[in-house]
């Protein structure tokens, strides 16, 4: 595409939900890069999930085509995929279905699963059930990791090591959401995996200098290495990079996503989640990983917007 014809964008960022601050991290950079490659772009700071507000809002500006760079709830969920495709606006990444799928941690796992995925034996619970009686069986012998089912950044998230532990953790997820995953840990290497138009890039091998990749460690400088592409055989980074691009099509995936998987011990690939909206700042995961195939990140924002385009046609 010529670059008038991506006419006026809007890069939607900030949102309603935990992630608001880092989504205005990944706006503002895809919003500088794209205004770099000559493309009349536009900031949309969007505060509410309401429908109408938001309609209201996007209607002010006119625009062409929507670059979403909206994390969490709200963003990746669905919801503001369907309010642009009332309006009849092209926009960045997955539809409203696969958003959903991909954002439900228990509706992710279960699919993976029925397609033949190696996921992480787990077990749910809800809210409303577990406050009549505090109880929680635990089938999966520990350690357990705990985590809010639909929610990003590790917020949330806790591994559990002893029983006495499982109460405060189950109660800190419950924060964030009213269902939540409890899962059995997966010791090994902590890899994550890069979807961009249909096919998987370099494979990423997380560090973290803490006890895992929280939020901490994942958006503040210095406190995790990052091994590009990861130290792996050729048989064994393929395996993986194709466990990507299989959760990434089960869950009708589009335009680009970020998996992420834990090795075991005896180099098995388990599928965690996927992120249909990976950060977009020049050191993310997602342009790190682009960066290894020669994409820097003003054109990989500009493929982005491109897929937009060409997803109208399919």
Do not use: W
């Not at 696969?98 to 809800?126: C, H, T, W």
């Not at 503040?220 to 993986?240: F, K, M, R």
């Amino acid at each position: 595409m010529e670059i008038r014809d991506f006419g006026r964008v809007g890069v939607l960022m900030g949102g309603p939900s935990s992630e608001r601050d880092i989504s205005f991290k990944s706006g503002k950079a895809v919003l500088c890069a794209l205004k770099e490659c000559g493309i009349e772009a536009m900031g949309i700071d969007i505060v509410t999930d309401s429908k109408e507000e938001n309609i209201r809002l996007l209607n002010n500006y006119n625009l062409d085509c929507a670059f979403i760079a909206l994390h969490g709830r709200f963003g990746e969920d669905g919801s503001i995929q369907e309010i642009l495709e009332k309006m009849d606006l092209p926009y960045t990444g997955s539809g409203v279905k696969a958003s959903r799928l991909a954002m439900d941690k228990i509706g992710a796992l279960n699919i993976f699963k029925a397609g033949k995925l190696y996921v992480p034996r787990s077990q749910f619970l809800e809210k409303a059930l577990y406050k009549k009686n505090r109880k929680f069986n635990n089938n999966l012998g520990f350690p357990v990791v705990v985590k809010p089912a639909n929610h990003g950044s590790s917020i949330g998230l806790s591994i559990v090591e002893f029983e006495q532990e499982i109460p405060a953790s189950i109660d800190l997820a419950f924060q964030f959401d009213e269902r939540i995953v409890i899962e059995e840990y997966i010791s090994g290497r902590e890899l994550t995996v890069g979807v961009l138009d249909e096919k998987a890039l370099p494979v990423i091998e997380i560090v973290p200098k803490h006890k895992f990749f929280d939020f901490e460690a994942k958006y503040q400088v210095g406190l995790t290495d990052y091994i590009i592409p990861a130290s792996l055989s050729p048989q064994i980074a393929e395996n993986v990079q194709q466990a990507a691009l299989e959760a990434h099509k089960l869950l009708g995936c589009f335009g680009c996503s970020r998996t992420d998987i834990i090795l075991s011990q005896d180099d098995i690939p388990f599928v965690l989640e996927i992120n249909t909206i990976p950060g977009m700042t020049a050191t993310s995961l997602l342009p790190k990983a682009a960066r290894v195939l020669g994409i820097d990140f003003n054109h990989l924002c500009l493929k982005l917007l491109e897929l937009a385009y060409e997803k109208e046609k399919v």
